[in-house]
């Protein structure tokens, strides 16, 4: 399923991953791995797997181009890999998760992070929970190698439940060797639907952390900023959600710690349809 265009030459490569189609609020990881690609120095997609006939697409569309009018092209739901650097070399996995077959599609990939020598993998996603935009925005980590768990940042020491692909990929490659950590921003879940700067802004800062990848991110501070701002101005129009970050801020008046975090991420995860 995996179409290699031309394989990039790297040394000693991270791969940052952050799959749509599970959990992903505020669009924390999409958002963070597009703002990685875009920064890349010489950085291209090499290879591509194409999805249009693994998922449902009713639920994951093609998109279609119209220009003055006239349609230009229609794009297939496809998981693209993109290699350049960054201050190191890095490979960024995006796209939807395919409906079906998803062993295959996890060994495609894992094969090609052997191929191109990958060291280490991160995954990049978001959760609802509870806390308010007033507060640092906490990043929880698992990991898939003991050494790596010890660097990750605050872990969640058990759980069990469904999961998505994402992290299905971050435990092939684990066993396959390479050494994988997913983060997870933790995102008010009154602010989980729309883009968050701040949960951006903080998975990008321990990613950074952990790889050593260099970022130009003062614009990305600056939107944090404006959009705290912007929250703010809208709690005067919403007097309930008002209601409701002060509740919030009365029960939790520090950062929640990671357990209490956990806790509220499994009740979201447990209202969650199953995966194919």
């Known amino acids: 399923m ?5 394989w990039p030459e790297l040394r000693h490569p991270v791969m940052v991953i952050a799959l749509g189609g599970w959990v992903d609020a505020g669009m924390a990881g999409a958002e963070a791995a597009d703002l990685i690609r875009h920064q890349m120095g010489a950085g291209r997609r090499f290879a591509r797997v194409d999805l249009a006939d693994v998922v449902d697409l009713q639920q994951t ?6 220009v003055e009018g006239v349609t230009r092209r229609v794009t297939w739901p496809e998981i693209e890999c993109t290699a350049g650097r960054v201050g190191r070399d890095v490979v960024v996995v995006t796209g939807p998760e395919p409906s079906l077959r998803w062993p295959t599609v996890v060994a495609e990939l894992v094969a090609m992070a052997q191929h191109l020598g990958v060291v ?13 935009h007033r507060q640092p925005v906490p ?19 058990d759980y069990v439940g469904v999961t998505g692909l994402q992290t299905t990929l971050l435990v092939a490659l684990g066993t396959a060797g390479i050494p994988a950590v997913g983060l997870w921003a933790q995102v008010p879940h009154y602010l989980a639907g729309s883009p968050s700067p701040p949960a951006t802004r903080a998975l ?12 130009a991110l003062a614009d990305l501070d600056r939107a944090a900023g404006s959009y705290a701002a912007k929250v703010e101005a809208g709690l005067v129009e919403r007097p309930d959600v008002a209601e409701l970050v002060q509740a919030i801020e009365a029960e939790h008046p520090a950062i929640p710690s990671g357990d209490e975090l956990m806790t509220e991420i499994e009740r979201f995860l447990r209202s969650q349809p199953d995966q194919d």
């Open 61 to 66: 569309r093609p998109d279609v181009e119209i």
């Open 139 to 157: 990043v929880l980590a698992t990991a898939t190698d003991a050494v790596v768990a010890e660097r990750a940042g605050v872990l969640r020491t």
């Open 2 to 6: 995996l179409d290699v265009e031309t």
């Open 120 to 132: 280490a993998a991160y995954g990049l996603g978001a959760m609802p929970s509870v806390s308010t």
């Open 204 to 215: 990008l800062g321990r990613l950074v952390e952990l790889t050593g990848i260099e970022l």
